[in-house]
């Protein structure tokens, strides 16, 4: 069969064009070709927030946003968080395969290794004000550490990229706990290598005077699949800002740090924090029909609702609604859960949110997991950082791998003025005068 074409009539010159389709794709340079007079540039595509635009080919996650589907490397995310720890899904998104009894063994030891930062560290967290949110600490923590390891520069030797892989997925735990610790005006407490990720994550966080703090296994594990849920999610904001930096051959630590940056905002990573906000305004379930008034009115957004991949319910939410119930039985139950599950059914119910295909995304029910667990709101957001390092860095790797790789570079179309006359600074007339005259 010849290879499939799409035929394109330009209307201005009654010229046809032919662009060949691969992967239901058209390459955006085949446009180019596309000119009303040969002296033009050639035809762009115009895509705002690249709603419909493939920045890349991957083979790390796959989404169906209609059916409601998330697969790391093909394994369906409900088994993952059913069957497996962190890690095991780190090395799954690093490596493309699960691993084997002995490869998890070994790449947890390595790991392990690497958990402790550069007593510097601590004097540098030390400088932020006390009620400095721990993002903005973890994102500048990061990106410091790019002064501590010069040799993540070598970013064409894959070896050296393994090691600051397992040095940013194991050291992000350790910062993000400096980072809670400090907004309570607590010593940091050092990594304990012999415990699991997840159970010395909660260690550094909430240790005080025992020698070793005792994590709940209920809490230990749901944190666990927490972290399964936040490790992928393709080209999302965060990601897609890790593959622009990377592009440039930054280093992976300035780029991990520009990557949390872009979670940290509250349409993306952040949106948990703002959910909790939310529900605290709303209150009580009897403000719930006055809130979606003004979400319909515009004057708000429903936070933890809505998607651009997803018009389905996101399957990270469908979990975390089970995960909160096991919680809650070690917790106690939040009353927020209540009221987030009343202001979703009421929102399903509506026809501004059936039409627009709004659903719960992974961050309405997270929120409430997290406060329940002891975290205070600024924390959720460092919490989606940390298993997002993995998915981060698989992005990269295949990045660095990918023989299509060049430096990110969009477009614009330009609309500003033509060439105009140079006006020397004593003949401008300032914005007042001009609205004067
Ligand atoms: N509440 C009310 N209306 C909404 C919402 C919402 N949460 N989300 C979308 N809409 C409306 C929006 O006003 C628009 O309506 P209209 O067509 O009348 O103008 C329509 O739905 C499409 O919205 P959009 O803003 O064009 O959609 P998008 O794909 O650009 O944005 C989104 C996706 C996630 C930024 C958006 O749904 C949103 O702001 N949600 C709330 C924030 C949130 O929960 N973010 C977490 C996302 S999941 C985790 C992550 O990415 O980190």
């Not at 493309?96 to 998890?104: D, I, M, R, W």
């Not at 993002?135 to 970013?155: E, Q």
């Not at 064409?156 to 050291?171: G, P, W």
Request: proline letters at 5%; one cysteine or more.
């Amino acid at each position: 069969m010849d290879e499939p074409t799409l035929k394109i009539t330009d209307s201005r010159t009654s010229k046809d064009y032919e662009a060949p389709i691969q992967n239901a794709t058209i390459r955006a340079m085949d446009l180019r070709q596309i000119k009303e007079d040969s002296n033009e540039f050639g035809m762009l595509s115009y895509d705002p927030g690249y709603t419909n635009t493939a920045s890349c080919t991957s083979r790390i996650t796959y989404i169906d946003g209609e059916k409601g589907i998330l697969r790391y490397h093909g394994f369906p995310i409900e088994s993952l968080a059913e069957n497996c720890m962190y890690t095991e899904v780190a090395y799954l998104l690093l490596h493309g395969e699960l691993p084997t009894t002995s490869e998890l063994r070994n790449w947890n030891e390595e790991i392990n290794h690497h958990t402790m930062v550069h007593e510097n560290i601590k004097k540098f967290v030390d400088g932020f004000l006390y009620d400095a949110h721990p993002m903005g600490i973890l994102v500048s923590s990061v990106a410091a550490l790019s002064t501590f390891y010069p040799d993540a520069k070598r970013i064409e030797s894959r070896s050296n990229r393994r090691l600051q892989q397992l040095r940013l997925i194991s050291k992000i735990p350790t910062l993000a706990a400096y980072a809670f610790r400090h907004s309570l005006g607590l010593p940091y407490a050092y990594p304990d290598n012999d415990l699991t990720y997840t159970e010395n994550f909660m260690n550094m966080l909430w240790k005080r005077t025992e020698l070793r703090y005792k994590s709940s296994p209920v809490l230990a594990k749901a944190l666990d699949v927490l972290f399964i849920l936040h490790a992928d999610h393709e080209q999302n904001c965060s990601t897609s800002t890790m593959r622009t930096v990377s592009s440039a051959n930054s280093d992976p630590y300035v780029a991990t740090a520009a990557a949390s940056g872009a979670l940290y905002g509250p349409l993306h990573g952040g949106a948990n924090e703002a959910v909790l906000q939310m529900l605290d305004e709303i209150g009580s379930a009897k403000n719930i029909p006055e809130f979606i008034n003004r979400v319909k009115a515009g004057e708000v957004r429903l936070m933890g609702f809505g998607h651009r991949v997803y018009k389905s319910y996101d399957p990270r939410a469908r979990i975390i609604r089970q995960v909160a119930d096991e919680v809650f039985e070690v917790t106690g139950r939040s009353p927020k859960i209540d009221l987030a599950k009343e202001l979703e059914r009421i929102a399903l119910e509506d026809d501004y949110f059936v039409k627009r295909k709004l659903y719960p995304n992974v961050d309405f029910y997270s929120g409430i997991i997290y406060e329940a667990m002891g975290f205070r709101p600024e924390m959720f957001t460092v919490l989606f950082a940390i298993p997002r390092t993995s998915g981060w860095l698989a992005h990269w790797e295949e990045l660095m791998l990918d023989p299509e790789r060049r430096i990110a570079r969009p477009r614009q179309v330009y609309l500003g003025p033509e060439e105009r006359e140079f006006v020397p600074i004593d003949k401008r007339l300032g914005e007042a005068q001009k609205a004067h005259n």
